[in-house]
T-cell receptor, first 113, second 116 residues
Framework: DTGVSQNPRHKITKRGQNVTFRCDPISEHNRLYWYRQTLGQGPEFLTYFQNEAQLEKSRLLSDRFSAERPKGSFSTLEIQRTEQGDSAMYLC???????????FGSGTRLTVV | AQSVTQPDIHITVSEGASLELRCNYSYGATPYLFWYVQSPGQGLQLLLKYFSGDTLVQGIKGFEAEFKRSQSSFNLRKPSVHWSDAAEYFCAVGAHSGGGADGLTFGKGTHLIIQP
């Protein structure tokens, strides 16, 4: 068990560019979550997968955001046409079941300049 | 909709002193409750969780929390803090099985400062 892995750790991009983040959950965990955390705030739920199915999406997830988990293993979060307001820490978490302890990755810090 | 309030943005405690971080939640049914700790630039580490049963929950690093349904609270305590406890602490609520959204709702966090 190597924990939840997120890549890259840091990403600086110019406004208007597209970015993609990757999350590798704990291998036996079938649930995968994406959260966004801005400075001085708690994490905010973005979306949730059970295996390969995306079952929930927050209203925070605008049309510019898309997430996939093609084979029920790793997941990607893509942001198109980035805006300065997208600057945040993007956290991935996984769990075995609904009530399980959610294990978080170290996050990807996005800076849009 | 569920919500979490952490009334204290910052708390300063002397090393060796006791600690209590407050958390109040709003949820229409039986919640799952969590406390996480976050060091600067890092992800979140689970300290403890409450699902059901004994309302006093023991966690890692000497932390404990008590679920009080009548007060909608889940306060975190530690009898004697160490300098390494300085971090950001988040309380979170999740829906119990059988209904509600799956994602966790977090409070805004309490920044813990340890004085030597």
């Amino acid at each position: 068990d190597t924990g939840v892995s997120q890549n890259p750790r840091h990403k600086i991009t110019k406004r208007g560019q597209n970015v993609t983040f990757r999350c590798d959950p704990i291998s036996e965990h079938n649930r995968l979550y994406w959260y966004r955390q801005t400075l001085g705030q708690g994490p905010e739920f973005l979306t949730y997968f059970q295996n390969e199915a995306q079952l929930e999406k927050s209203r925070l997830l605008s049309d510019r955001f898309s997430a996939e988990r093609p084979k029920g293993s790793f997941s990607t979060l893509e942001i198109q046409r980035t805006e300065q307001g997208d600057s945040a820490m993007y956290l991935c978490a996984s769990s075995l079941d609904r009530g399980g302890g959610y294990t978080f990755g170290s996050g990807t810090r996005l800076t849009v300049v | 909709a569920q919500s979490v309030t952490q009334p204290d943005i910052h708390i300063t405690v002397s090393e060796g002193a006791s600690l209590e971080l407050r958390c109040n939640y709003s949820y229409g049914a039986t919640p799952y409750l969590f406390w996480y700790v976050q060091s600067p630039g890092q992800g979140l580490q689970l300290l403890l969780k409450y699902f059901s049963g004994d309302t006093l929950v023991q966690g890692i690093k000497g932390f404990e929390a008590e679920f009080k349904r009548s007060q909608s609270s889940f306060n975190l305590r530690k009898p004697s803090v160490h300098w390494s406890d300085a971090a950001e602490y988040f309380c979170a609520v999740g829906a119990h099985s059988g209904g509600g959204a799956d994602g966790l709702t977090f409070g805004k966090g309490t920044h813990l400062i340890i004085q030597p």
